[in-house]
């Protein structure tokens, strides 16, 4: 409970009341913001916070990686004046602090408990949201407990919002305060069709963004020929990844929603005096199936895409990997011309070699020609030239062996440091590489 609240609230809770209508005159309705337990405690204790047909309680995070701004006492005295049963823990359960994408595919199945005349049903429903500011999609979180008096009518509705002024808080609080549905035995259960409608077209807009996001890729990576130049790279098959784990979330996040509505319509079907108009009812059971189909209607486009970019993923894999072979036959190519470039020279080398020993070897000072005789005379100060070779033999050959067991001694500092980065790309990303939790966070935000 400590973990989903704060020690001080910065975004007020409110609370809006809705009075019972009379037969001449709509309902009339109450405002109320509150940072703190004791000014929350007076309203629900006074007459204006218990008469109500209906009563909404907004709660808000900061961003979507904080906990609710409440305390855990305005939470204690939330639950304690409306009845709220132990259920409600884990919808507040899933709104706490995080350092990173922490449950970020799991949603609170809808959930029914009853207690006396009171029905309570809870969920909670990820959707994404396009961010303006920043031009990209993010997952959001809403959750919703809902408390329907089967005999009086009265309704009591907790909403939990990802930030400040949300969507979801925003088409509720239309909803109710419209003097239109305000009538005698409205249950408000409306209001989930509401909020469903408000995020579900969402998904289809954001299964467009990630394919125009794939379709570039995908057909660069078709187009591609193994004996030419290639266009794409690594960072591309990162990209594809990347999206195929988007892909799976969704399908994920979009068969949640989906089981959610089956439920929906199931509870409505149970109980049908939750809405004593049958017109009503029958429109409200509508709009919630065709929501179902929509809901199919994404998952198998999702389906669909994440399919498509496992497919583009193994080949672009498939063309990498045989590309760095072609490039792997041409330089052993290259090396077995050098290999016989080397034999010749060598067998050449073997050839010469005697030839320019011996001139070499009569060209020295040590030998004169006696050409009275007809005689090579040779100096006495021969033997510092033999020495001189076996001495220099002895060492070079002692040398070879010492290198061949210490090669990576001399030669592994005489060779030269490549940095592991040495392309622009590296150096770009050395520069604006940042932190993994504030790039998270400021995902979230």
């Keep these: 409970m400590d973990e989903c609240c704060v020690a001080s609230v910065k975004e007020p809770v409110q609370v809006l009341s809705l009075a019972t209508p009379s037969s001449s005159q709509q309902a009339s309705s109450d405002c109320q913001f509150f940072s703190d337990g004791a000014s929350l405690d007076e309203y629900l204790c006074s007459s204006a916070g218990q008469s109500y047909s209906c009563r909404l309680i907004s709660i808000c995070q900061r961003n979507s990686w904080r906990p609710l701004q ?3 006492s305005m939470l204690s005295l939330i639950i304690d004046k409306h009845g709220f049963s132990a259920n409600l823990r884990d919808l507040t359960s899933c709104y706490y602090t995080k350092n990173n994408d922490l449950e970020d595919s799991f949603c609170v199945p809808f959930t029914l408990s009853s207690d006396g005349p009171w029905l309570e049903i809870l969920y909670t429903i990820r959707y994404p949201e396009f961010k303006e500011s920043e031009e990209e999609w993010s997952i959001r979180q809403t959750g919703i407990c809902h408390r329907i008096n089967t005999e009086t009518r009265q309704s009591i509705v907790l909403l939990l919002s990802p930030k400040p002024k949300s969507k979801s808080h925003e088409k509720v609080y239309e909803y109710l305060t419209t003097p239109s549905n305000h009538y005698t035995g409205n249950t408000w259960f409306a209001l989930h069709n509401v909020l469903l409608e408000a995020h579900l077209p969402a998904w289809r807009s954001f299964n467009k963004a990630c394919e125009a996001e794939f379709l570039p ?5 078709f187009a591609t020929y193994i004996d030419e130049p290639l266009r794409i790279g690594y960072d591309q098959l ?5 999206l195929e784990a988007r892909f799976l979330k ?3 996040l979009v068969a949640s929603t989906a089981e959610l509505l089956d439920e929906l319509v199931g509870f409505l079907h149970a109980f049908p005096d939750i809405v004593n108009d049958n017109r009503r009812q029958n429109a409200l059971g509508h709009s919630l199936k065709n929501h179902r189909r929509h809901c199919t209607s994404y998952l ?3 389906n ?10 193994q080949l672009l894999a498939n063309t990498l990997s045989f590309r760095d072979q072609v490039i792997a036959n041409e330089q052993n190519g290259n090396m077995l011309q050098l290999n016989k470039s080397a034999v010749f020279i060598t067998t050449l080398t073997l050839i010469y070699a005697p030839a320019s020993f011996v001139a070499t070897f009569f060209g020295m000072n040590f030998f004169a020609m006696d050409q009275p005789n007809s005689q090579i005379v040779c100096t006495a100060m021969i033997w510092i030239y033999i020495v001189t070779t076996f001495v220099f033999t002895i060492v070079t050959v002692i040398f070879y062996y010492w290198l061949l067991r210490h090669d990576g001694v001399l030669f592994g500092r005489l060779a030269p440091k490549v940095p592991a980065n040495a392309d622009w790309k590296g150096f770009v990303r050395r520069l604006t590489k940042l932190d993994n939790s504030v790039e998270m966070q400021a995902y979230h935000s």
């Design 70 to 72: 409440l305390t855990s």
């Design 217 to 221: 890729i995908s057909n660069t990576t």
């Design 238 to 242: 990162s990209a594809l990844s990347s």
């Design 250 to 252: 969704t399908t994920s």
């Design 300 to 302: 198998r486009s999702a």
């Design 304 to 313: 669909c895409l994440k399919e498509r970019v496992e497919a583009a993923s």
